[in-house]
C-alpha cells in the first residue's frame, strides 16, 4: 500500500532554517508528482509546493517564492522541501502528498524565538 513518512519537523527560531523529508513506499516513486501541503491552527490545508516527476517542473504559493525549495531524489524514493528564511506565519503541520489523495501524516513545524 501506499506509505508517505514525513520527517525534519521542529522548532527553529525565525530566519532559520529546515529541510523536510518525505519517503514514499508502495508505488513506482518516479512516475508520479509529488507535492508539499501545510494546514496551520483554524486554517485550510493549502499547497505549498509541487515538483514534476523528473523535476522538470516545480511550482511553489507566493507566500514561500524564493524561500523554500522543493526537490526529490527517484533512486531513494524521496521528496525534499528546504525551507530557508523561515517566518512565524510558516507554523504549521506539513504534510507530503500523492495524487489522487495519499497523504503522510504530517509533520510540526515551529517558527518562533
Known amino acids: 500500500q501506499v506509505q508517505l513518512v514525513e520527517s525534519g519537523g521542529g522548532l527553529v527560531q525565525p530566519g532559520g532554517s529546515l529541510r523536510l523529508s518525505c519517503v514514499a513506499s508502495g508505488f513506482i516513486f518516479s512516475w508520479y508528482a509529488m507535492s508539499w501541503y501545510r494546514q496551520a491552527p483554524g486554517k485550510e490545508r493549502e499547497l505549498v509546493a509541487s515538483?514534476?516527476?523528473?523535476?522538470?517542473?516545480?511550482n511553489y504559493a507566493d507566500s514561500v517564492k524564493g524561500r523554500f525549495t522543493i526537490s526529490r531524489d527517484n533512486a531513494k524514493n524521496t521528496v525534499y522541501l528546504q525551507m530557508n528564511g523561515l517566518k512565524p506565519e510558516d507554523t504549521a503541520v506539513y504534510y507530503c502528498?500523492?495524487?489522487?489523495?495519499?497523504w503522510g501524516q504530517g509533520t510540526q513545524v515551529t517558527v518562533s524565538s
Open positions: 515538483i514534476t516527476r523528473a523535476s522538470d517542473y516545480t
Open positions: 502528498k500523492r495524487d489522487p489523495s495519499y
